[in-house]
């Protein structure tokens, strides 16, 4: 598959996804980064990777989409909505990580930090992360894969956010793996 990262901030998930791709872990190519935020770092990983980036307010998104070939798209932190065009053409090729065990924390305005203080004021036992379908609904894709872990010690949402975020990197790069293998 030739694959399109959406990104809006750090990119540490986009940073796993480049390094799988680079230790031949999934064969799918990662053609084109794209951020509606020109400075994302995420945009930054991708320059050293050699990656080619696209910031939103530069052009029309979906040219550059199909001028590149990209027939797969992975939201990494992405926090904008995606239109219903984008979402039309690439119906069934766009997946999301999200920071919790979805259905549960997720939809409109849980993103980031937000989540695992949720997930912590309300004393969860075991949090996680998800990767869906992307839809029209936030959050609200089919679900493909998910990664479950006790976090009963865990003294802070902080504590939660960083031992969940290891989960996403696993996860989604196994997400990759077996959507590319027709797994999912
Ligand atoms: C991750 O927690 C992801 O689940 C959520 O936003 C965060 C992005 O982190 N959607 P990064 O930009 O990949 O480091």
Do not use: W
Not at 29 to 41: C, M, P, Q, R, T
Not at 93 to 122: C, Q, T, W
């Amino acid at each position: 598959m030739k694959i399109a990262v959406f990104v809006s901030g750090s990119g540490t998930n986009l940073q796993a996804l480049l390094d799988a791709e680079a230790s031949g872990f999934f064969k799918s190519e990662i053609a084109l980064v794209v951020s509606n935020k020109a400075d994302a770092y995420g945009l930054e990983r991708a320059k050293k990777a050699g990656k080619k980036t696209f910031f939103e307010g530069d052009g029309d998104l979906l040219d550059v989409l199909e001028d590149e070939g990209i027939d797969f798209i992975v939201l990494a932190g992405y926090l904008k909505i995606l239109g219903e065009e984008l979402l039309r053409r690439y119906r069934g090729r766009i997946i999301n990580i999200h920071p919790s065990l979805l259905p549960a924390y997720g939809g409109k305005g849980m993103y980031g930090l937000k989540v695992h203080e949720a997930v912590f004021d309300n004393r969860e036992q075991r949090s996680g992360a998800t990767v869906h379908y992307v839809n029209e609904t936030v959050d609200g894709g089919k679900i493909l894969i998910q990664s479950s872990i006790d976090i009963s010690r865990l003294r802070s949402p902080e504590e939660i956010q960083q031992t969940v975020i290891v989960l996403e990197h696993e996860l989604l790069k196994t997400a990759v793996r077996f959507c590319e293998e027709g797994i999912l």
